[in-house]
C-alpha cells in the first residue's frame, strides 16, 4: 500500500523520533509513505476567521500534491488544520474560488484527497486484528494510557476521527500492540500547551491534572499523537515518573523495529 505522506515540521525537528519510528513500522506493515514534494508549513493553528485565506495555503497545497488519492499524517496539529481545510474546501465556495484564484494552479483541486491520520490507517485499512498478527514483541503486562489531547478529536463533524467524549482508538491500538489500556479522566482533555509560554501555571494546572488522574487509574505509561502534547507533558512529567512516548515508538518496538 501506497500512501502519500505529510510529516510536518515538528517531525523534521523536535520530534524526529515520532517519524523515525512511524516510517519503520509503517514499512513492516507493508506500507509506504512517501512524501510529498516541497510541503511547507500547515500553520499548526486553524485560523478562526472564515474570510482567513492565506494561512490555510500551505494545507491546500499540500492537498493538490497528494498523489495517491489519500493523505497520512502523524502530527495532530498538522492533521487538525489540514483535515479542517479540506473540509472547508469541499464545503466554501468562497474560500475555494479565492484560493484558487489566489494560487492559479493549472489544475484545480477538485476536493477529492482524503486525509488520513496514521492512526486511521491502522484501524480502518489494516485493521487491528491483522496488526495482532504482525506483532513480534507482545507488550504483555504493560499498563499505558492514551493521552489523545483536543486537536486530533475535536470539531468531531470536522474531523471523524472518534467519539471526541470517549475515545477508543488509541485504547484498541494499546490492546493490539498486547498492553492493556488505562482508561483515567482527562485524556481527551488540552494539555494547556497553547498558552504554556503566556500563562505557564495554566498549562502546568492542565497537565498535573491529567497525569493524577492517569496515575491515579493504574496507568504506568502514557502515549500521544500530539508533539505539542509531548512537550507539555514531559515538561511536567518528570516529577511525576510517568514515562510519555509517542504512540509510533510504542507501535515500532511491538513490532521488532525500533532500534536500540
Not at 220 to 237: F, G, K, Q, R, S
Request: glycine share 6%; net charge negative; hydrophobic share 35%.
Amino acid at each position: 500500500m501506497i500512501y502519500s505522506y505529510y510529516p510536518g515540521c515538528t517531525l523534521k525537528d523536535r520530534a524526529k523520533e515520532m517519524d523515525k519510528y512511524a516510517r519503520a513500522s509503517a514499512a513492516a506493515l507493508g506500507i509506504e509513505l512517501r512524501e510529498i514534494p516541497e510541503w511547507q508549513c500547515c500553520g499548526a493553528v486553524y485560523p478562526q476567521a472564515s474570510d482567513e485565506i492565506a494561512s490555510r495555503l500551505s494545507a491546500v497545497r499540500a492537498l493538490m500534491n497528494t498523489e495517491e488519492g489519500k493523505l497520512v499524517t502523524m502530527c495532530s496539529a498538522c492533521h487538525h488544520v489540514i483535515k479542517r481545510t479540506n473540509y472547508d474546501w469541499n464545503r466554501d465556495a468562497d474560500f475555494r474560488m479565492k484560493a484558487t484564484n489566489y494560487m492559479k494552479p493549472e489544475v484545480p483541486y477538485d476536493g477529492s484527497t482524503q486525509v488520513l491520520h496514521f492512526l486511521e490507517v491502522i484501524r480502518d485499512e489494516i485493521g487491528f486484528e491483522e496488526l495482532k498478527k504482525k506483532v513480534v514483541n507482545p507488550l504483555t503486562g504493560r499498563k499505558i494510557g492514551a493521552f489523545y489531547g483536543c486537536m486530533v478529536l475535536r470539531p468531531g463533524k470536522e474531523l471523524a476521527f472518534d467519539d471526541p467524549e470517549n475515545p477508543q482508538i488509541i485504547e484498541d491500538f494499546i490492546r493490539a500492540l498486547g498492553a492493556e489500556p488505562v482508561k483515567y479522566p482527562y485524556r481527551n482533555e488540552c494539555c494547556g500547551a497553547y498558552v504554556a509560554l503566556e500563562n505557564k501555571n495554566c498549562a502546568e494546572t492542565q497537565v498535573d491534572r491529567a497525569l493524577n488522574s492517569a496515575i491515579a487509574n493504574g496507568c504506568e505509561e502514557l502515549i500521544t499523537a500530539c508533539p505539542l502534547c509531548m512537550y507539555n507533558l514531559v515538561e511536567n512529567a518528570t516529577r511525576h515518573k510517568l514515562p510519555v512516548r509517542y504512540f509510533t515508538e510504542l507501535l515500532a518496538e511491538a513490532l521488532g523495529v525500533k532500534e536500540g
